[in-house]
């Protein structure tokens, strides 16, 4: 401000500002977020850094898991099985809705590509056709019905596809593998031994006086068709290493003309064979001797 020499009244004030801008050198880092109330941080580093730490976390966790508790082993495949297939859990939904007649046969294209279509390509395009700036799921009735009637569909078909596949499982008299494994474990279990079937923590049971006639008839009944011809077993069949520490004689015997467990019957198929009823009885004689060795 600058004062002249002349009168009160004619007196001016001049304001001299300065507009210069510090000239900056190299990269200037960008104020924090916190900064600006309200709004986000930086994409990069500091939102991808903490995304890529909680996956590291995550992932090691998932290791640790894996590491500590191994898969179970299922049983051997089995062509000649009768199952019911089943999709993964998490694709119930759509197995069912596949079922419905709308979706399958005559209309299996509309059912894949036409119905499926439709609710992948609006889930796509939802951020572009919902551009409201309202976030308050209240006050979005259209895009919120839509998704509730999305998840209850989804509960619902899932609900009614497992619902029939326990009822088709009663009806047909079959054990799901999985439930065969936990009742195997559980066996296990209360017999002092490994419950996992993961190799390496289950020895193998040599088969004992294998030159004795009874493997000839073993062969001569069938059994090797379910069991196999080194007893070990295969499909929903068990191992007949070692069975004598489970059954007596008397007991397979009464397996072979009863059946046990889902195996059918097997005396008049033997018979049919001709094996006779000497033969059987040395047979389970024999099966009686195949113990884990003591």
Not at 3 to 24: A, L, P
Not at 246 to 261: L, R
């Amino acid at each position: 401000m600058a004062h002249g020499h002349k009168n009160k009244d004619e007196e001016k004030i001049i304001f001299v500002g300065d507009s210069r801008v510090r000239k900056g050198s190299g990269f200037i880092t960008p104020p924090d977020y916190t900064a600006y109330p309200g709004k986000s941080e930086a994409f990069i580093p500091n939102f991808l850094l903490k995304e890529w730490m909680v996956g590291v976390v995550v992932l090691v966790g998932i290791l640790v898991l894996t590491i500590s508790e191994p898969a179970p082993l299922g049983y051997p495949a089995n062509p000649s099985a009768s199952v019911i297939p089943m999709p993964d859990w998490y694709f119930l939904f759509l197995y069912q809705y596949l079922k419905y007649p709308y979706a399958s046969g005559d209309y299996v294209l509309l059912g894949v590509l036409g119905v499926s279509g439709v609710a992948f390509g609006a889930l796509l395009l939802a951020p572009f056709l919902d551009t409201g700036k309202e976030r308050r799921f209240y006050k979005r009735p259209i895009a919120s019905s839509l998704m509730m009637l999305s998840i209850i569909s989804v509960f619902y078909l899932t609900n009614v596809a497992w619902t029939h596949y326990k009822h088709e499982l009663e009806a047909t008299g079959q054990k799901p593998e999985h439930i065969q494994r936990e009742e195997e474990a559980l066996e296990k279990h209360e017999q002092g031994l490994p419950t996992s079937n993961a190799p390496g923590q289950k020895e193998e049971v040599a088969i004992v006086d294998k030159d004795n006639p009874a493997m000839e008839t073993y062969k001569k009944a069938g059994c090797i068709g379910c069991h196999a011809a080194d007893m070990k077993g295969q499909g929903n069949a068990p191992s007949l290493r070692g069975v004598g520490d489970k059954h007596s004689q008397e007991e397979i015997v009464t397996i072979i003309k009863d059946g046990y467990n889902g195996m059918p019957p097997m005396y008049e198929q033997a018979i049919a064979q001709g094996v006779t009823d000497e033969e059987i009885t040395h047979l389970a004689e024999w099966l009686a001797k195949q113990k884990a060795e003591q």
